[in-house]
Every structure is written in C-alpha cells, then in structure tokens.
C-alpha cells in the first residue's frame, strides 16, 4: 500500500510591481522545494512596451498574459508544489488564475508607496517608476473570502519568507 501523498499546494505572491514579488516568490520556492515561475516572463512583447512606455495595460491586454501564466503554473502544479509571483492587482485577475489553475494560496505582499517608489527606482526593469500610482490604483486588496496571507515587506527578504512559511503551515 502506498502512503498517501497530498495534493502540490500552488502559491500566488502578489502586489503591486516593485513590492518584491519575484525575490519573495523565488525564495520562498526554493525553501519549500517548489517549482518558481515568474509571472513577467509571460508578457508579450507589447505588454513590455506599453508599460515601459508608461502605459497601464487593459483588461484586454492583460487577458492573453494572465491566461498564459495560467497554463504554465496549472501544468506544473499538477506534479509539483509551485510558487509564481504575479501582481494580480484586481479581484477579477485572481478568479480568472484560479478558474484556470484551481485552488491558489495568496500571498499579498504591502508596503508604503515611498519605499516600494524606492526600490523601483534602484532596480532595473521594464517597468518605470511613474507606473507605481496607477498600480496602487488598480489593486483591489484581496476580500476575506480569498483568505489571503498579507505580509508587509518592510523587512529583509529573508524574514518575509519566514512569514510566508509560517503562515502556510510548513
């Protein structure tokens, strides 16, 4: 008789760009043994452009990427606990990952505006500065029936995994 294996557990970090979603997610997989796949990776080249042009995607725009995503982190869940770092700002995003994936941990990651203002400023990436007020803007914090775990990032990297951690049960 086989013992009984649970399910892979699929975890979402979220947040607004610059909030450290891809460090938190990345180092979190590697502490649980997870996949990690990073959810920029799987915008289309005019996605990249309009925010590098300072342009907020719509809807449309984010559709073709949001399914994408979708079915590389479902293929992979269904072998592996996987973690994928997303920003996931609206409410609609998130049903439309989970009708797709099944069920998802949420992790949102918050921190003030001026430091993740900050870190933006010191890193580079497709996305510019400028964009962090209409990202704020955009984020529909998640409702209590999304049982979301909120961690603020104010903290070393390191101690916001340990939060994670603690707060997924493992």
Aim: glycine content about 6%; hydrophobic content about 40%; some cysteine.
């Amino acid at each position: 008789m086989e013992p009984d294996h649970p399910a892979p557990i699929c975890v979402l970090v979220m947040g607004p760009s610059g909030v450290g979603k891809s460090t938190v997610a990345a180092a979190l997989a590697e502490c649980l043994g997870a996949a990690f796949i990073e959810g920029d990776d799987y915008h289309p080249p005019e996605n990249r452009a309009a925010m590098a042009a300072g342009r907020p995607l719509t809807d449309q725009m984010r559709a073709p990427w949001l399914d994408a995503l979708a079915a590389a982190v479902a293929r992979s869940v269904r072998s592996r606990d996987t973690v994928f770092s997303c920003s996931a700002l609206r409410r609609s995003y998130r049903d439309r990952l989970r009708r797709r994936i099944g069920p998802v941990r949420i992790i949102h990651l918050t921190a003030p505006p001026d430091l993740i203002r900050q870190r933006m400023q010191a890193r580079q990436h497709f996305m510019p500065p400028g964009m962090l007020d209409s990202q704020i803007a955009t984020l529909e914090v998640p409702t209590p029936d999304e049982a979301a775990i909120t961690i603020d990032v104010t903290s070393e990297p390191k101690e916001t995994v340990r939060k994670a951690v603690r707060a997924l049960g493992r």
